[in-house]
């Protein structure tokens, strides 16, 4: 199973708690952490019709998300640049698979970017793979997909099949369900998710800022999974 994860809320919490947006970043962080360790065992505790998670793509920084304050960028950047040494030294390398995606790479830090590239150089593993989205959006990767189909840089040639398609965008898999955070109920929407990858995918909103998720919380959303019947439109 491929799993998405929509990580809102980090601002709200911190308002609500009084903490910086630094502390609920962290909380975040350490999250993420508990949650990729128990991908095994949170679909050994679903129904037999849940697939092990073999694939999770965390939407972590949306080309939107660029237009906020610098002073939120800069904290953001340093979070994910101390984060990525972090990983690198608490999981081994021959588990996970881990790529940072994004359609407009050049708006983040030349020193993210080489901080994301140690960390894809490292988890070289094939159980899981993770996707990091960061700096995308998924209608620029179908843009970006086009382009690139248009002036030759893909390797397809027209006619173009769906399959073909796919291939050439950044992130080229199906997503089987999306789990989405965050508190504002006016916020029930993609917010530029890879939507090519997610037109069929099962969706779950959980009204919780993410810092406030927990793992059960996890757990909860993945037994919704075996109450659906996934017929994609047959």
């Not at 840089?153 to 989405?180: G, N, Q, W």
């Not at 810092?211 to 909860?220: E, R």
């Amino acid at each position: 199973m491929h799993l998405g994860l929509i990580p809102d809320g980090h601002r709200r919490y911190a308002d609500e708690r009084g903490i910086s947006d630094r502390r609920a970043y962290l909380q975040a962080k350490n999250l993420l952490d508990e949650i990729i360790r128990d991908l095994d065992s949170l679909t050994d505790r679903c129904s037999d019709e849940v697939e092990m998670i073999d694939e999770l793509t965390v939407y972590a920084l949306s080309e939107e998300n660029l237009r906020r304050d610098e002073e939120e960028l800069v904290i953001l950047y340093d979070m994910l640049e101390a984060y990525a040494d972090e990983v690198i030294d608490e999981f081994p390398g021959t588990r996970f698979d881990v790529r940072w995606l994004s359609t407009a790479p050049e708006t983040m830090p030349a020193s993210t970017r080489a901080a994301m590239d140690r960390v894809a150089d490292h988890f070289t593993g094939e159980e899981v793979t993770i996707n990091v989205l960061l700096s995308y959006t998924g209608t620029a990767d179908i843009v970006n997909a086009a382009n690139a189909i248009a002036d030759g840089s893909a390797p397809v040639d027209p006619p173009v099949s769906a399959d073909e398609f796919a291939a050439a965008l950044d992130l080229s898999t199906d997503i089987d369900y999306v789990v989405r955070t965050g508190d504002n109920p006016r916020r029930e929407c993609l917010s530029g998710f890879p939507i090519w990858n997610a037109s069929y995918a099962e969706y779950y909103h959980y009204e919780k800022n993410f810092p406030a998720l927990t793992v059960a919380d996890m757990q909860a959303a993945l037994d919704h999974v075996t109450s659906l019947r996934r017929n994609e439109g047959r």
